[in-house]
């Protein structure tokens, strides 16, 4: 009734939520949030073939907002940077002048079996500036790209609050990454005949559902590019992306083929 009727927001039960943190009156913006012109854009960008993308800022004071998602359906990366992603950067978030910065799903550093050209150079050749998103810190020992730690990186942010406002706030527009926040991400009940709830398992690793998963992933690049990568994204003159001395490291040790065509 709440969600129909008045129009709120509500956490659904399915599976195990994986982000207990998250409250949507506390995590969802009020009314819209506005683009500051005068600081830099980062986002956050899953491959496959559905490529989807979580477009954010950091506020002066810290708080990481997420304003956009954009999500898609049997696209390869290319037709997807020209026909949502770079038009969405350009009509609303002022590409041309304003820097953005991309991180992406580190598997997007490999070649495809179709060619030699990952995903990654796909996106800088067309002009949108992305890296591999760390998810440890650049240079750091035992680097991966593991599921654990992303949500983890995400979980730390939501737990967090700058004064009495939250460290992450979500445009009420992104319906998607919010829906899965209030349950559509989940952890999947195992079928176990007569476990009860207290005795109920759960698979290790979250529900692949298209889109939500997706946009959830991207989510996660972005909070780990603006916790690890060393950069102030906060700062209006927050220098470009150039590829660290751990990045080799972290390009070779990431796993997983990513598919580009």
């Known amino acids: 009734i709440d969600r129909f009727i008045l129009n709120k927001w509500v956490t659904k039960k399915a599976g195990r939520p994986v982000y207990p943190e998250w ?16 600081l830099p854009v980062i986002f956050g960008q899953d491959f496959g073939r559905t490529p989807c993308t979580v477009i954010g800022q950091m506020g002066l004071d810290g708080q990481i907002r997420i304003l956009r998602e954009i999500t898609s ?11 949502k992603l770079r038009p969405t950067l350009v009509n609303e978030f002022d590409f041309y002048r304003v820097k953005t ?8 550093a490999d070649p495809t079996q179709v060619d030699d050209i990952t995903c990654i150079e796909t996106m800088n050749r067309l002009g949108v500036n992305i890296v591999p998103a760390p998810v440890t810190p650049y240079g750091q020992r035992g680097y991966h790209n593991s599921s654990v730690t992303r949500i983890n990186n995400v979980s730390e942010v939501l737990n967090r609050r700058i004064g009495s406002a939250p460290a992450i706030i979500v445009d009420p527009s992104c319906k998607v990454l919010i829906g899965g926040f209030n349950g559509d991400y989940h952890y999947r009940r195992m079928r176990l005949d007569g476990a009860s709830e207290e ?6 690793e979250p529900d692949k559902g298209h889109p939500v998963s997706d946009v959830h992933d991207a989510l996660q690049y972005l909070v780990c590019g603006v916790k690890n990568s060393g950069m102030d994204f906060s700062n209006p003159y927050v220098t470009d992306l150039s590829i660290d001395p751990g990045m080799d490291e972290a390009i070779a040790a990431a796993s997983g083929m990513s598919m580009c065509f």
Do not use: C, R, W
């Open 23 to 38: 409250s949507p009156d506390f995590h969802v913006a009020k009314k819209p949030l506005e683009f500051a012109q005068n």
């Open 73 to 83: 359906d049997n696209m390869g990366i290319a037709d997807f940077v020209t026909q």
């Open 101 to 108: 910065f991309g991180f992406g799903d580190p598997a997007g």
């Open 199 to 204: 005795d109920a398992k759960y698979t290790d």
